[in-house]
């Protein structure tokens, strides 16, 4: 096993920002309470409404639409807990979606996907529009993520938006894999609920925002202390919330740095590709996130492949790291039409800002050895 690491899972978590680390440890040593009147607690608090600027400008909201989590995953369950008479969610969502949608008492209505991964608005207006039809406008929700965090694919959600408004029902879509790795603008996605998580674009784990429009109203998931306009009650994660400030300043220049990524990304899968002509790049079709490849190699299973990689010194996943160590085949590529075997055969590559060619070449020589290796072993079982 190589000593030597290359870090190719951004979509599980980026490494932390350095700008990132020290507004932690600067926030670290401010004592007051951001609830206080006195001048430790202003202190806290202009921390905290900084970091809310910051966040809001990534995703052109206004501050006031900002409420900060302790995740994406509070994020979606606070924007799923609210009693919807029906809720429309199509079945490539990540978990932190799928299973608050599982556990409602109102309808669930689903919608499929092709098999690049991607809704059919023509299917969503005719669901969207029957269920606002049963249940009234204002009481059912659309939940469709903006990426998806297994294949990167990217969902119509300003067209989306556009039905729901016009048949009166509202939209929460799941931006965590997206801000900070493309542009991401509240105001034009026509959104009225957004999921963000502050470690996926290198700001500390433990820490996210929901973004509520203006005007909309959601019951508060957390109860007590009346913080974040009485949305989410206890006292803020001033250390957490000014990392991901930090960390949201300098995503700024990760999206503008997004053709370089793409590039490292289209010359990986050129790579993969001709190395092993039989593997399926997922969602290819479709536009993607620029940083992510889900590549299914029949007759490998998955979780073999992750730790020959991991052997090999790279770090890569297999579906979604919340999921990791679980034996099962992938929803998302289950939704796409993916047959078992193809499924079961998928491993994510995620690069990310700081990827360099020679870890994309490393990647492709690992690959080159799996590959090598699978093919001495089918000849020595001809042989046998």
């Known amino acids: 096993m190589t000593s030597e690491r290359t870090y190719l899972d951004w979509n599980a978590t980026a490494p932390l920002l350095p700008e990132a680390q020290a507004a932690i440890v600067r926030a670290l040593d401010v004592c007051g309470n951001p609830s206080s009147v006195h001048a430790e607690g202003r202190h806290a608090r202009a921390i905290v409404e900084t970091a809310r600027e910051q966040v809001a400008a990534l995703v052109g909201a206004q501050p006031s639409e900002v409420v900060f989590t302790s995740g994406a995953t509070e994020a979606c369950n606070t924007v799923l807990a609210a009693p919807w008479a029906a809720i429309v969610v199509a079945g490539i969502e990540h978990d932190a979606v799928r299973q608050p949608v599982e556990a409602m008492s109102g309808a669930r209505i689903a919608l499929g996907v092709d098999a690049q991964g991607r809704v059919d608005l023509s299917e969503v207006a005719a669901k969207v529009g029957a269920a606002v039809g049963a249940h009234g406008a204002g009481r059912v929700l659309v939940a469709l993520q903006l990426a998806n965090n297994e294949t990167g694919v990217l969902q119509p959600v300003t067209e989306i938006a556009a039905i729901a408004r016009e048949t009166g029902a509202l939209l929460f879509t799941d931006a965590a ?19 963000l998580s502050a470690h996926k674009l290198g700001g500390p784990k433990g820490v996210g925002a929901l973004i509520v429009r203006e005007g909309r109203d959601l019951p508060a998931f957390v109860r007590g202390g009346g913080q974040e306009r009485r949305r989410r009650g206890g006292t803020e994660n001033v250390p957490g919330i000014a990392g991901f400030g930090a960390a949201v300043e300098a995503a700024h220049q990760t999206v503008d740095g997004r053709a370089r990524i793409a590039a490292l990304r289209d010359r990986l899968e050129a790579g993969l590709l001709d190395l092993t002509p039989d593997a399926h790049i997922m969602g290819v079709g479709a536009e993607r996130l620029p940083n992510t490849t889900c590549i299914a190699l029949p007759g490998h299973a998955a979780e073999t492949l992750v730790i020959r990689f ?12 919340c999921s990791a160590g679980k034996i099962g085949v992938s929803h998302v590529l289950t939704a796409m039409g993916c047959d078992e075997t193809t499924a079961r055969s998928a491993v994510r590559i995620s690069v990310g800002p700081t990827t360099t060619d020679r870890e994309i070449d490393r990647c492709l020589a690992a690959w080159r050895e799996i590959a090598a290796h699978s093919r001495a072993l089918a000849r020595a079982r001809t042989a046998a």
């Open 177 to 195: 894999q997206a801000a900070g790795r493309i542009p991401v603008d509240f105001a034009t996605l026509g959104a009225d609920f957004m999921a």
């Open 310 to 321: 991991d052997l090999a010194g790279i770090a890569v996943s297999a579906g979604a790291a």
